[in-house]
Structures are given as C-alpha cells and as structure tokens.
C-alpha cells in the first residue's frame, strides 16, 4: 500500500500569511492526488485534484502542486474561514490513501 | 443538486452487523464510482472501500476486508455497506462519496461530493 505523510502535522499561522503543506508518498504516484478541507462536525470538502487542478467554486488562494512523491499545498493569503484540517488523498492505487492531516490554527 | 444522505448507523455490540444505506440524487448514478470513508472520534480520514458504476469491480482496505462488503442498487440509487464482525476499532463516522468521473477524455477519482455522516459505535 502505498504511504502518504503529511507535514506539519500542526501549523499555528495568522490572517494574511502563506502557508505551505506537504504531502509525501511513498512511492511514485505521478499527478493521482487529492486536496481536502475539513471543518469540525462537517464532511471533508474536495479543494484540488489531479494534484494542481482547483476545484469549481475553490477561492484561487488556494493551489496545488507536485507530481512523482513530492506534493504541496499552498494557501496564499490565509482567511479566517481558511482555519481547518487538510488531508491529501492519493487516488493512484488501491487503497485510495489519506495522509494523516495538517490541522491549521489561528496563531 | 447532488445529494448523498447516509442512514443506518447507530450502537451495535462487537461482533455484531449493521448495513449503511446511501441514498444519491441528482446526477446519474450508474455513471459513477462510488466510495466509503470513514473517520474514528478524534482521528483522520481512513478509506474503506470502492465500487465501480457498474458494481462489478470493487475494493477494501484491508482492515475491513472479508468483514465489510459494498454494493449499490443502481435502480434504486442506493449504495451499500454491510459491516460484519464489527469490533471496536470500527467505531466512527461513516461518509459515502461520489468520484468526479470522467471528462475530456480524462478519468478523477476524487471525491466531489460527500454525504453528511452516519456515526456507528461498536460497544458492549
């Protein structure tokens, strides 16, 4: 099965800054990755596929990169709204992968 | 508007059996693949399982392999998951999810679209 770790684990960051999340496989996994958000009590929201494409209706501070075993998720100018849990999903092979989570707090 | 509505959940004894039901609407069902993730108290998000549009091709983690079966009605929009020999570690909030799909040529697997939850709790 192929591994994802995500780093941080934890990020205490403020309104307006940059924040980058890293996700890293295993093994190869070419672009076959996905980006969630997810709030408290709430199901997990899709923000980017195909490892860099924006999901429909995803505020373009938000942008993926990445390709083989290296990925990251970058949010340009951090929102209030942003403050959430962020997982990364590799869809290349079965078992369909979760990385474990960066949870981004209010510093 | 799509819509996923998961139903089923609740306590059941270890060793027990529950089946979750996931109600879809809103697009065409059989065009798409569909999943289970779940999501013990206080963790992250652990896949499940997968089948295709079809039902003829499906998938499992192997923590629920040979225990947990999934299968879909695709005359009554419906996706399944029946859960047997439950045990404790499976306590958690289960999520039904549709896969993007196919377009342009192109195939996602991404989850587009995910129902609310359904909490099983696995206790004596």
């Known amino acids: 099965d192929i591994q994802l770790t995500q780093s941080p684990s934890f990020l205490s960051a403020s309104v307006g800054d940059r924040v980058t999340i890293t996700c890293r496989a295993s093994?190869?996994?070419?672009?076959?990755l996905a980006w969630y958000q997810q709030k408290p009590g709430k199901a997990p929201k899709l923000l980017i596929y195909a490892a860099s494409t924006l999901q429909s209706g995803v505020p373009s501070r938000f942008s993926g990169s990445g390709s083989g075993t290296e990925f990251t998720l970058t949010i340009s100018s951090l929102q209030p709204e942003d403050f959430a849990t962020y997982y990364c999903?590799?869809?290349?092979?079965?078992?369909?992968?979760f990385g474990g989570g960066t949870k981004v707090e209010i510093k | 508007e799509v819509q996923l509505l998961e139903s089923g959940g609740g306590l059941v004894q270890p060793g027990g059996s529950l089946r979750l039901s996931c109600a879809a609407s809103?697009?065409?069902?059989?065009?798409?693949?569909m999943s289970w993730v779940r999501q013990a108290p206080g963790k992250g998000l652990e896949w499940v399982s997968a089948?295709?549009?079809?039902?003829?091709?499906?998938y499992y983690a192997d923590s629920v392999k040979g225990r947990f079966t999934i299968s879909r009605d695709n005359s009554k929009n419906t996706l399944y998951l029946q859960m047997n020999s439950l045990r404790a570690e499976d306590t958690a909030v289960y999520y039904c999810a549709k896969e993007i799909g196919c377009s342009g040529g192109s195939c996602y697997a991404e989850f587009d679209y995910w129902g609310q939850g359904t909490l099983v709790t696995v206790s004596s």
């Open positions: 809103g697009f065409t069902f059989s065009s798409y693949a």
């Open positions: 089948i295709s549009g079809s039902g003829g091709s499906t």
């Open positions: 999903q590799q869809l290349n092979s079965y078992p369909h992968t």
């Open positions: 093994q190869g996994i070419s672009s076959y």
